[in-house]
């Protein structure tokens, strides 16, 4: 008997009906060894009842959906799945009864009438591909006791995950109803996927044969426990005396060692506003005004580059829905360029007549586009006659690159920003992209007035791109940048004092973020004020989320918005609008609230004649309602993930590069993307101390390597020494000196003991002065503001290191034409096999992640292409490639040695092919996810090999 949408009345059904019913599911009963690991190995399944998972809208080139079986084994239910999966699974979970993410699941559904409790029951039992699994009450979703009796294992093997599981009966009943369902977690590439028995919406009655004598199945459970630290083997060492640091904590707190880097960042940041605001002083008419802003309005298209060719944008409406209250919403999907697809929410008067305003809004950061406050927003200006176009961010809902988790498009903004910035792209140059093909989209229907287009960024996070895409496309007729009239106005609450004089512009300061931080627009002095105001006289809406500490007269850059507009008469096309309350507080909203928006309508219509909404519509759909990206679409529009097309246009630029056809041409290109990095020929020196012990001798010094950065190094050299003039070798790694004297104590006493001296550097932001946020968001918005002053940080500590090569070849205990460089890495890498469940500063989930180090071996490679006295190299923990770094939609490499454009002129096998004539030991490399790639050279251990190089005599 085939049941379809059983009612109640049915569920209450005595278990002696099922038995009479010969039409019933007959789940079989099953003998012989069991044991619960995962693999299904066991030649008792061949007996249990196959239930094939199946989908009525899901096919080729996803997966099948596997297959589910069923049987019984003395007092237990016995289940199984084996699932289909030729990539890498979604899961975040572990353990028993979690809250899950949104991950891949098997679950199972029990509908019955349990004799033991006297009650109906609906049970679930749902495994994810990690072993763990929640034992519920289906209806309830609250744990049922005894789950802890519930045996579960998982086996993940290349192309599947199987399940295997034993329920005690005492938990469910002999017959009821049972339906089981697979769920596929969205990926860049599909949306979320479902497959069923027997089909959705549909489940069959079952009895279970009788099954006596047989004891319950071993169990050898294989799920993924939370790992834990190695615990410390440290015993001591020869080189444990030396001090950790240079200098004692008092000298640190007086000159503040580890606000260091970021003490001189705000020096060149402030140097750069003073200069901006000469210039704008200067600015007395429209003319002037247009001669400030047209240079950088140029700087900021260069630095960008070239926008793609606008190909076919394939526009596809994957559903349309009339509400019946006056408006209807199209879910709708184009391709900003092939592959790369947008999902929006076009949001429609019913019947539009004549030409119609638009207005394309920009969600903020936070969540997808169908969160609350953007549907209201889009019903209530849809139900007024306006059309409303709800663009998803990249890194957001359907346009996930990584993960399908909470504030997971955070950590996927940050890792995609970094991949880009390598090709020579940048996230905010293809978000505005995607909006201006969002325009092209709105212009292909009849009924959309061109020359009444707007665009909205909604808070934290969408008023960056609308600000700078309406600056470049004159096609929008006003701009509502919220959050984006200066750099970061909630720092008036979070920050303390503006760090600049009332009428100094701010010019920000970086984030992890790279929208928000953009390279280049410190020194090429497009700030966000800039951006803001290069519309005039295009009408500008000058928009805060919360309310101004005073009011938008004591706002820095109120006066110069006014200046402008005023230049050209268009004084009304200038306007403010703000919330309520302090940051944080009650006037924090996810995008545009109702307060805002009620103050927003009349400016439109006194602007662009934008109808006032007659009242505040709300009638919150649940997401699945919004979706615009279905299986048949991902299917024929085959998706690529945009690292992957970062990818393909880094291959295509590094072949057609002639920077490679010469170390000279190579030395030019790379500095061009690197920066700064000339050494200090004869860098300001002073002696900290010097200390013996053990036959070791410590030079501690201090070298200036440029102004406001003094850098504290270690020179050690053995004190039984006899040679005037020692070979020397430079170790350079994340963590500085004090790192190598704890992980690499033996390699620095074997090279002591050959009478060669070892030089530890701190460089700038590391070791010793590193920033007191180290790691992590914190760090990286140090090197993100080096790109906003036009340099890297990694050309910054080359510039570090090159001038440590000059100093040391000076000493006159160091012989210059025996110096080796040595760059190391003390990270554990991430295992080939790898389940990569998450982004790289994610709520922890069970597997560990580690993210890679490789500055050391990337400042010895390239120090290595200029400084041609080094005799040779080594790099131990380096990348592999940046190209490696856009292999995967994750990348496990910290920002600070990201180089914008780096793979326009090269790739690390370049720069090593450059270096032909000198030694190099390359080992332990790794890709942009961690992994292992090439093992130890062979050969003597590193320390033998260093010393060999610094012995030789002929080069």
């Known amino acids: 008997m085939h049941l ?42 061949n007996g249990a009842r196959v239930l094939p998972l199946t989908s009525a809208v899901v096919s080729a080139p996803f997966p099948g959906g596997g297959e589910a079986r069923a049987a019984a084994r003395g007092a237990y239910l016995c289940l199984s799945a084996r ?87 005492d ?59 190695p615990a410390s083997t440290h015993t001591g060492s020869a080189l444990e005396w030396i001090p950790k640091n240079a200098w004692t904590d008092a000298e640190h707190t007086q000159s503040q060692t580890s ?6 960042l705000q020096a060149r940041m402030a140097a750069i506003a003073e200069d901006e605001k000469r210039a704008w002083q200067k600015v007395d008419s429209r003319d002037a005004w247009e001669r400030f802003r047209d240079p950088r309005l140029a700087a900021l298209r260069k630095w960008m580059g070239p926008m793609p060719e606008r190909t076919p944008l394939r526009p596809a409406v994957t559903r349309r829905a009339n509400y019946g209250d006056g408006f209807v919403i199209e879910n709708v999907v184009y391709e900003s360029r092939p592959h790369l697809l947008v999902a929006a929410n076009l949001y429609l008067p019913e019947n539009p007549t004549g030409k119609i305003p638009a207005i394309v809004v920009v969600p903020s950061h936070h969540a997808p586009k169908t969160q609350s406050e953007l549907q209201d927003l889009g019903m209530t200006w849809a139900r007024s006659g306006t059309a409303v176009l709800v663009v998803e961010q990249l890194c957001a809902g359907e346009r996930l690159q990584s993960q399908p988790w909470p504030r997971e498009s955070y950590y996927g903004r940050y890792a995609l920003g970094n991949q ?34 707007i665009i909205l960024g909604a808070v934290a996070g969408g008023g960056d791109p609308a600000a700078v895409t309406a600056a470049l496309d004159p096609r929008i007729a006003a701009v509502i940048p919220f959050n984006f009239g200066e750099a970061s106005p909630e720092e008036h609450y979070t920050e303390g004092p503006r760090p600049y004089p009332f009428d100094t512009a701010s010019p920000g300061w970086g984030e992890w973020e790279t929208t928000r931080s953009l390279p280049s627009s410190s020194v090429d002095q497009f700030f966000p004020w800039f951006l803001c105001a290069s519309v005039a006289p295009r009408p500008f809406l000058y ?56 103050r927003i309508y009349p400016i439109l219509t006194r602007w662009l004649n934008v109808a006032l909404p007659a009242e505040e519509y709300h009638n919150q759909l649940p997401d699945s309602a919004l979706m615009c990206i279905t299986p048949a679409i991902a299917a024929e529009r085959a998706p690529k993930t945009a690292a992957a097309l970062a990818l393909e246009l880094a291959n295509a630029r590094l072949n057609a590069s002639a920077s490679k056809n010469s170390v000279n041409a190579l030395r030019a290109g790379l500095k061009g993307k690197l920066g700064g990095i000339d050494p200090l020929l004869s860098p300001a020196v002073t002696s900290l101390w010097k200390r013996s012990e053990a036959g070791v001798a410590v030079d501690a010094i201090a070298i200036e390597t440029e102004p406001g950065i003094t850098l504290p190094v270690y020179v050690l050299r053995s004190a039984q020494s006899a040679a005037a003039r020692a070979p020397a070798v430079i170790a350079i790694a994340e963590g500085g000196k004090s790192r190598f004297l704890a992980e690499r104590t033996a390699e620095i006493v074997q090279l002591l ?33 080096e790109f906003m002053l036009g340099e890297t940080m990694l050309g910054a500590r080359l510039k570090d290191v090159r001038t440590m090569i000059r100093y040391l070849a000076a000493r006159p205990d160091v012989d210059a034409a025996h110096i080796v460089l040595w760059g190391d890495s003390f990270a554990t890498a991430n295992s080939s096999d790898f389940v990569f469940d998450q982004s790289d500063m994610q709520e922890a989930g069970p597997v560990r992640q580690h993210q890679a180090e490789p500055m050391g071996a990337l400042l010895a490679t390239l120090a290595g292409v200029y400084e041609d006295g080094v005799a040779a190299v080594a790099a131990r923990g380096g990348l592999v490639s940046f190209r490696s770094v856009l292999e995967d939609r994750f990348s496990h490499v910290p920002q600070d040695i990201a180089v914008p454009g780096i793979l326009e002129i090269a790739d690390i096998p370049d720069i090593v092919a450059a270096q032909t004539s000198r030694p190099m030991r390359l080992e332990a490399l790794v890709d942009g996810r961690n992994r292992t790639v090439r093992e130890g050279a062979a050969g003597p251990n590193l320390a033998s090999w260093l010393a060999a190089q610094c012995a030789r005599s002929n080069r």
């Open 4 to 45: 379809k949408r059983l009612t109640g009345l049915l569920l209450i059904c005595a278990s002696s009906m099922f038995s009479a019913d010969p039409a019933a599911l007959a789940i079989p009963a099953i003998a012989g060894p069991m044991s619960i690991d995962g693999t299904l190995d066991d030649a008792a399944w």
């Open 83 to 169: 699932i289909p999966e030729p990539g890498r699974v979604v899961a975040h979970s572990a353990g028993r009864n979690p809250a899950w993410w949104n991950e891949d699941l098997v679950t199972w559904t029990f509908r019955v009438q349990n004799a033991a409790l006297r009650r109906n029951m609906a049970v679930s039992l749902a495994v994810n591909p990690f072993g763990a699994y929640r034992f519920q009450n289906a209806a309830t979703l609250e744990p049922l006791d005894g789950a802890e009796k519930v045996l579960v294992a998982v086996t993940r093997a290349p192309g599947a995950w199987t399940v295997e599981a034993a329920i005690p009966l």
């Open 171 to 229: 938990r469910l009943a002999r017959s009821g109803f049972l339906e089981v369902q697979r769920i596929r977690a969205a990926r860049p590439d599909a949306p979320e996927l479902r497959w069923y028995w027997p089909a959705a919406n549909e489940r069959w009655a079952f009895l279970l044969t009788a099954s006596d004598g047989e004891g319950p199945p071993e169990f050898h459970p294989r799920q993924i426990a939370p790992e834990t630290p």
């Open 259 to 264: 606000r260091m880097l970021e003490k001189s």
């Open 420 to 453: 880009l910035l390598l090709a020579g792209e940048s996230l905010m140059k293809w978000m505005a992209w995607d909006l201006m093909r969002g325009i092209d989209l709105l212009l292909e229907r009849p009924y959309i007035d061109p020359k009444r287009i």
């Open 543 to 598: 928009s805060f989320e919360i309310g101004w500490p005073e009011d938008v007269e004591h706002e820095p850059v109120w006066a110069r918005y006014k200046k402008v507009f005023d230049l050209y008469g268009a004084r009304d096309r200038l306007d403010e609008v703000h919330g309520f309350g302090p940051f944080p507080g009650p006037g924090e909203c996810t995008n545009v609230g109702t307060f805002l928006r009620k």
């Open 753 to 785: 003991q050959a009478g060669i001296a070892v030089c530890l550097p701190d460089l700038r932001g590391n070791g010793e002065v590193a920033s007191t946020q180290s790691r992590g968001p914190g760090a990286m918005s140090l090197a993100a503001t």
